[in-house]
């Protein structure tokens, strides 16, 4: 066998695959696959330290790259396969004025903002090792369904690097503006078909598996395994210490599962002595995790979770006619795929699930923009629920948590726009609908004649 291979992550199949192998299903039971590197036969670090070094190397397009400085612990493509487009430049900042709004001691909220990516959000870390592996394999046209944030990835990718044809699959009236206008505007062929996310995704995997198609959706492990990086970049920047707890929003739930995998894939190997626990947060619109993991109490059980729990859920989702429904739209998503590496990334860290609604997820969102980080709605849903966490008494003030900003403020301006509106007609168009209330933090516009008098009066006011 290889050094490195796909295999199933149900401990009881365990089947494998070829590192080429593009269906990304197991073979014999067509459950999810996990990347497998055999460990014995790799060079591992000694040090986590030792990737400190590569900071000195910024013309080194590898190096520079806040994915493939880390190169040696996703280890599944040669240098000379690998495709870059300078991703994972982030920050992790100390956030005191949200930390006060979420309850937390100065000093312990710290927030990993991905909207710093080439296209705007966490997806640029797993499309460059997906694009990386469809180079491997010689792919010439790559696909997706999404919200907006995979699909603007996609397109950034094929278009940046020219070996590729980006086709996207959106859900009627499902993608925010700023998201859309990056696939059209960098050449994707868009296709909009009737219904939502989740019948987009049933139907990319069928053109893609027909068509001969490449598939760059998180069910893709090769993507997973460069979002595994994010959680290294946070690690980096809090001197190798680990963290408490990491907060992330829960759409397809490939986040969670990728960072669950890299930290005990760092404890395996004897490089970090203990892992963060995991805390992922729903929108109430796009429940589907917090509902069968905290109210139905699905777990992974070593690799055997009761799919009895998840396929009745699913029955009556679609019994019911319900749709997700959500102002946070890159997590608008009922059927998440990655169910199962989630469920095994709470087991192995320990972790927790909540739900938001609307109104909190907005509000946190202006205390995020207050304090001088621009994030789209499904970002803020972490800091909604560290503050839920906290009131719960789940998580201390004393403690350390990272939340992950997932994408940038101008992914889906309409939103922000409404939130600090003064008018009563957009607010209600675009968030009442959503059962958003009220803008507790609103920073309206103040409307003033055209007369400098005026203007100076206003200003002296106001500021």
Same mark, same amino acid.
């Given at each position: 066998?290889?050094?490195?291979?796909?295999? *199933?992550?149900? $401990?009881? *199949?365990?089947?494998?695959?070829?590192?080429?192998?593009?269906?990304?299903?197991?073979?014999?039971?067509?459950?999810?696959?996990? !990347?497998?590197?055999?460990?014995?036969?790799?060079?591992?670090?000694?040090?986590?330290?030792?990737?400190?070094?590569?900071?000195? &190397?910024?013309?080194? $397009?590898?190096?520079?790259?806040?994915?493939?400085?880390?190169?040696?612990?996703?280890?599944?493509?040669?240098?000379?396969?690998?495709?870059?487009?300078?991703?994972?430049?982030?920050?992790?900042?100390?956030a005191d004025i949200v930390a006060n709004y979420a309850n937390?001691?100065? =000093?312990? %909220?710290?927030?990993?903002?991905e909207g710093m990516n080439p296209s705007g959000s966490f997806?640029?870390?797993?499309? /460059?090792?997906?694009?990386?592996?469809?180079? +491997?394999?010689?792919?010439?046209?790559?696909?997706?369904?999404?919200?907006?944030?995979?699909?603007?990835?996609?397109? !950034?990718? *094929?278009?940046?690097?020219?070996?590729?044809?980006?086709?996207?699959?959106?859900?009627?009236?499902?993608?925010?503006?700023?998201?859309?206008?990056?696939?059209?505007?960098?050449?994707?062929?868009?296709?909009?078909?009737?219904?939502?996310?989740?019948?987009?995704?049933?139907? @990319?995997?069928?053109?893609?598996?027909?068509?001969?198609?490449? %598939?760059?959706?998180?069910?893709?492990?090769?993507?997973?395994?460069?979002?595994?990086?994010?959680?290294y970049r946070i690690l980096e920047a809090l001197n190798w &210490?680990?963290?408490?707890?990491?907060?992330?929003?829960?759409?397809?739930?490939?986040?969670?599962?990728?960072?669950?995998?890299?930290?005990?894939?760092?404890?395996?190997?004897?490089?970090?002595?203990? !892992?963060?626990? +995991?805390?992922?947060?729903?929108?109430? =619109?796009?429940? /589907?995790?917090?509902?069968?993991?905290?109210?139905?109490? +699905?777990?992974?059980?070593?690799?055997?979770?009761? /799919?009895?729990?998840?396929?009745?859920?699913?029955?009556?989702?679609?019994?019911?006619?319900?749709?997700?429904?959500?102002?946070?739209?890159?997590?608008?998503?009922?059927?998440?795929?990655?169910?199962?590496?989630?469920?095994?990334?709470?087991?192995?860290?320990? =972790?927790? !699930?909540?739900?938001?609604?609307?109104?909190?997820? +907005?509000?946190?969102?202006?205390?995020?923009?207050?304090?001088?980080?621009?994030?789209? $709605?499904?970002?803020?849903?972490?800091?909604?629920?560290?503050?839920?966490?906290?009131?719960?008494?789940?998580?201390?003030? &004393?403690?350390?948590? @990272? *939340?992950?900003?997932?994408?940038?403020?101008?992914?889906?301006?309409?939103?922000?726009?409404?939130?600090?509106?003064?008018?009563?007609?957009?607010?209600?168009?675009?968030?009442?609908?959503?059962?958003?209330?009220?803008?507790?933090?609103?920073?309206?516009?103040?409307? @003033?004649?055209?007369?400098?008098?005026?203007?100076?009066?206003?200003?002296?006011?106001?500021?």
């Amino acid at each position: 066998m290889d050094a490195v291979y796909q295999r *199933c992550i149900h $401990p009881h *199949c365990a089947a494998t695959c070829a590192v080429e192998e593009t269906s990304f299903v197991c073979p014999r039971c067509g459950g999810l696959l996990d !990347v497998v590197y055999d460990w014995d036969r790799l060079p591992v670090p000694t040090s986590l330290r030792a990737f400190e070094a590569k900071w000195a &190397e910024r013309t080194n $397009p590898l190096s520079f790259s806040g994915v493939w400085r880390f190169r040696e612990l996703l280890p599944f493509a040669s240098p000379e396969k690998i495709l870059t487009i300078g991703e994972g430049q982030t920050i992790l900042q100390r956030a005191d004025i949200v930390a006060n709004y979420a309850n937390m001691m100065p =000093g312990n %909220l710290f927030l990993q903002y991905e909207g710093m990516n080439p296209s705007g959000s966490f997806k640029d870390n797993g499309m /460059t090792a997906a694009f990386t592996h469809a180079r +491997l394999v010689g792919a010439r046209r790559a696909a997706c369904a999404s919200t907006g944030n995979t699909s603007s990835s996609l397109a !950034v990718f *094929c278009a940046a690097t020219g070996l590729m044809r980006a086709i996207i699959f959106i859900g009627s009236g499902k993608i925010a503006y700023g998201k859309l206008a990056q696939g059209l505007d960098h050449g994707a062929l868009t296709v909009q078909i009737a219904g939502d996310f989740d019948d987009a995704m049933q139907r @990319v995997q069928q053109v893609s598996r027909r068509l001969g198609i490449y %598939l760059v959706n998180s069910i893709n492990p090769f993507r997973l395994e460069g979002q595994k990086t994010i959680m290294y970049r946070i690690l980096e920047a809090l001197n190798w &210490e680990v963290p408490d707890w990491i907060v992330v929003p829960g759409g397809n739930l490939g986040n969670v599962s990728a960072f669950g995998k890299a930290f005990f894939e760092l404890r395996d190997l004897g490089l970090l002595p203990r !892992v963060p626990r +995991l805390a992922v947060i729903n929108a109430a =619109g796009a429940n /589907t995790f917090y509902n069968l993991y905290e109210q139905q109490g +699905l777990r992974w059980q070593e690799g055997k979770p009761n /799919t009895a729990v998840s396929e009745s859920y699913y029955r009556k989702l679609e019994a019911d006619q319900i749709r997700a429904s959500t102002i946070a739209s890159a997590i608008e998503i009922n059927h998440p795929v990655n169910l199962n590496k989630a469920l095994r990334a709470l087991e192995r860290c320990g =972790g927790v !699930v909540r739900e938001v609604p609307d109104q909190e997820i +907005l509000d946190a969102k202006a205390k995020v923009g207050a304090g001088g980080l621009g994030c789209e $709605p499904a970002s803020a849903a972490s800091v909604a629920g560290l503050r839920r966490l906290r009131q719960e008494g789940v998580i201390g003030a &004393e403690e350390r948590v @990272v *939340c992950v900003l997932t994408g940038h403020q101008l992914k889906d301006p309409t939103a922000t726009v409404a939130y600090h509106s003064a008018d009563q007609k957009t607010f209600d168009q675009v968030l009442g609908q959503r059962g958003v209330k009220r803008a507790t933090f609103a920073n309206r516009a103040v409307q @003033v004649a055209n007369d400098l008098d005026e203007i100076i009066k206003a200003i002296e006011v106001y500021s």
